[in-house]
Every structure is written in structure tokens, then in C-alpha cells.
């Protein structure tokens, strides 16, 4: 017990030697590799990676304490500081099993969704609403996940306007520069991203008081070479407009399994192969019929998860851990098949009754909507950089994970780390 007093007095310790900070901006970039991003910077005569990779705090080997990862999944644990387990959004979609159909884990332009607090949610806590709070990404789920509960606007691109847009649980007005923007900014994309991000520091007067300021923004990391230009222009015009020594930055990287590399690896000889998880549902279904007496058992399956008929299993008294072993006895025996777990495991929010693990290097491919994604079991690396007032420069390769972000910004400006963090800050 007295060395967690003194591990805590230490963190205080170097907690208060950084200099107050009148901004922080938190940059999440969707695939951001740590080695692509190296070689780019060393190439690159732009100040995005190479002022980065030259006075940067850069954690090159950091990943994700949880799979599968998506975006909205990846910026969640970013923001709180914890896995879908006890933040709540385990994708950027998930089965609704009222209506058997995807429903995004934002629905209704909000994060009601997301179960626990964000750092951005801490520092309007910490300062009595003070502070600023806003994010700006081109996905919504990005967006509103970046802003958390209390921000005071999230901004996105609508998909089918492609304007932007906010939503009324953050602010009943409206921004009428946003509109003003908008007429005048047609190009799409990360420049656009970068711009609106400026001219909302402007419109806000963010980083101009005592009271620390957020901004968070979501960059697609589709290529390398504009993404090291808008991050260039994004840091550069953000130290003009607020002064170097008064705005700090972080730069993660999410990471996205919905690779699919099961064609070359069949080429080259390497295990691989197809789970088909609609097949395998309708044969698993046949199986618990020869069982229980022919039946629907199976209601639906999304991703790698699959829905019990809880109201048929219900109606006919079926013995419900009964039942999940006989289903984790079936599909245990199917090729492609790790492992599958249950109910009787421990399961993040709006998972499925059976999540089916399949082997590295398997695909997973759903033929009724479509939807694929690769097992990876090896270790994708991404980075976490600072960068800014007060951060020494180092590239640092010990393997860390995300979810330490949250609690290091936390410390960093101050505040309390949000409430589902259990993870140490990295410095």
C-alpha cells in the first residue's frame, strides 16, 4: 500500500514540472503503421513526420489489449482508457437483436452508447464546463466517440451530402461558421479535415485562456504522403495560432483486422482458409434441431459472433449451459476453428451468445451481407506519439498498449483519468 502512495506522489511530481498547457489536441489515425510512417518521415521535406520522428516522444510498438479492433472500437479504448468490455462499443456496428439488422454504435447522432467516461469528458468535469471540447473527424462514429458525453460539438461528414454536420445532443443552435464552411470548402478528405480543425480554433478562440482546451481529430490513413502534409499543416498551424509552448499533441494509431491476405497466403503454401459463419450458423442450427426437435435456435450472426433464439430456447425450457456446450462442442470441431467462447466467458457489451475465434491467417467471410475480416493472433505494431511544449524527444521500442493513453493525457493536463481506466499512465 505505501508504494502505491509513493508511486502516486512521483506521478504528481512530474506531472506538475510539464507546463500548463492552453491545448490539447489528440490526432487518431485510422491503419497508422509505425513503420510506414518511419520511412515516409525519413524521406519526407514536409514538418508532418519528420518534425515528428526528429522531436517526438514516439512509442513504436504499442497495439490493441483486445481483438477484433475496428475504428469506433480502437478510438473508444483511446479515449477512455479501456476495453469494449467496459466502455461499450466493441465495433463501429454490432447486431441489434430486436431487429436482427446492424445499428452503428453511435445511433441517434450520440454516445449513449459509450458505457464509461472519455478524457475529454474528465476535463470538462475537472474544469466545471470551462474548457472547450470539440472533434472533427470524416465518420461519424470517429466523431461523436472523439467528442465523448460533454463536449461542446462533434463534426462530420454527412455520407450522403458530404456536408458537414453536428448533432443537437451537443448543441441545440448550431454553428453558423460551420455552414459559412461549408460553401466555401468543397474538397473532401484529410485536407478538409485539416482546415475545418483550424478554422474551429479560430471560430472558438480555443487555446486563448487559462483553462486547457481539447481538440480531437481523425485523420484516414489512405495515403501516406497527404496525411504527412495535412499532420504537417495541421501542427504547424496550430503552434502559429496558439504558440508553441502553449499546445501539446498526441498522434495514435488505430488498427483494423478486416485485412484479408487468405488468396496470397494460399499461393505461397501458408495456412489460411475461409470460415463461412452463415453456413456454419445454418449447419450449427441443424445440429440443435436433431437435438431439441427442429427449429429456428439460431436467430442471426454478425461478424464473428452468433445470436441464440433466446425467446424459442426460453418457450421449450432448453437448459441453457447445456445448450452453449453443445454449440461450443460443434463448432470446435469445424476447420478454422481456435476457439469459441460464451456466456460463461467474459463478454464485452451487445456481443453475440457464441464468439467464434478462428485460426491466424483464416478469413471469416459472411456471404449473406458480405462482411469479412481476418484473424490475427501476431503483433501489429502502431505508434503513440507526443509531441509538443515540455516532451523530450525519443523513439522508445518496449511493446505498450493503448489503453495507456488516456491516463498519460490525463496526468499530463491534469485531470482525473476516466472512470473505466485501469491502466498506468506511460509517463
Not at 501516406?224 to 509552448?245: F, H, P, W
Not at 437435438?291 to 435456435?297: D, E
Not at 421449450?316 to 462442442?329: F, G, M
Not at 460443434?330 to 481456435?338: E, T
Request: aromatic share 10%; charged share 20%; with cysteine.
Amino acid at each position: 500500500m505505501r508504494n502505491k502512495y509513493i508511486i502516486a506522489t512521483l506521478l504528481a511530481l512530474l506531472a506538475s514540472e510539464m507546463p500548463a498547457q492552453r491545448l490539447f489536441v489528440s490526432v487518431t489515425v485510422d491503419n497508422l503503421n509505425s513503420d510506414k510512417m518511419i520511412a515516409v518521415g525519413q524521406k519526407s521535406t514536409s514538418q508532418g513526420f519528420k518534425k515528428l520522428l526528429e522531436r517526438a516522444l514516439i512509442y513504436q510498438n504499442a497495439s490493441y489489449p483486445f481483438s477484433p479492433v475496428d475504428r469506433a472500437s480502437a478510438i473508444a479504448a483511446i479515449m477512455t482508457g479501456a476495453t469494449p468490455y467496459y466502455n461499450g462499443i466493441t465495433g463501429v456496428k454490432w447486431l441489434d437483436t430486436s431487429t436482427l439488422r446492424p445499428a452503428s454504435c453511435v445511433a441517434g447522432d450520440n454516445p449513449g452508447n459509450l458505457l464509461s467516461s472519455t478524457f475529454t469528458d474528465e476535463l470538462k468535469v475537472g474544469t466545471e464546463g470551462q474548457s472547450l471540447v470539440f472533434s472533427i473527424a470524416n465518420h461519424k462514429d470517429a466523431a461523436i466517440l472523439s467528442a465523448g458525453h460533454a463536449a461542446d460539438a462533434a463534426f462530420w461528414r454527412d455520407e450522403h451530402t458530404h456536408r458537414w454536420k453536428t448533432s443537437n445532443y451537443y448543441s441545440k443552435t448550431g454553428f453558423k461558421w460551420l455552414s459559412a464552411f461549408d460553401a466555401l470548402n468543397a474538397d473532401e478528405g484529410n485536407f478538409n479535415v485539416t482546415k475545418l480543425a483550424l478554422q474551429c480554433i479560430d471560430s472558438h478562440l480555443m487555446g486563448s485562456d487559462a483553462n486547457c482546451d481539447i481538440l480531437a481529430v481523425h485523420y484516414d490513413a489512405d495515403n501516406y504522403e497527404n496525411l504527412d502534409r495535412c499532420i504537417g499543416s495541421l501542427i504547424s498551424g496550430i503552434e502559429t495560432k496558439v504558440g508553441a509552448q502553449n499546445v501539446l499533441f498526441s498522434i495514435v494509431g488505430t488498427q483494423d483486422t478486416d485485412e484479408s491476405f487468405s488468396e496470397v497466403y494460399e499461393r505461397f503454401r501458408v495456412p489460411s482458409g475461409t470460415f463461412y459463419i452463415n453456413r456454419t450458423g445454418n449447419l450449427l442450427n441443424m445440429y440443435l434441431g436433431a437435438l431439441y426437435g427442429r427449429n429456428k435456435y439460431i436467430e442471426g450472426y454478425y461478424r464473428n459472433q452468433i445470436f441464440f433464439n433466446k425467446k424459442l430456447i426460453e418457450q421449450r425450457r432448453i437448459n441453457k449451459v447445456e445448450l452453449r456446450d453443445h454449440c461450443r462442442s460443434f463448432l470446435m470441431d469445424c476447420d478454422g476453428v481456435k476457439d469459441v467462447k460464451t456466456a460463461a466467458d467474459v463478454l464485452p457489451p451487445h456481443s453475440g451468445d457464441l464468439v467464434v475465434e478462428i485460426m491466424p491467417g483464416w478469413n471469416l467471410y459472411n456471404e449473406e451481407s458480405g462482411e469479412r475480416y481476418q484473424q490475427r493472433a501476431g503483433f501489429a505494431p502502431v505508434p503513440i506519439i507526443f509531441y509538443g511544449a515540455g516532451i523530450k524527444p525519443n523513439r522508445v521500442q518496449t511493446p505498450v498498449t493503448v489503453d495507456r493513453v488516456a491516463p498519460t493525457i490525463a496526468n499530463t493536463i491534469h485531470i482525473r483519468a476516466p472512470n473505466a481506466c485501469g491502466a498506468q499512465p506511460l509517463f
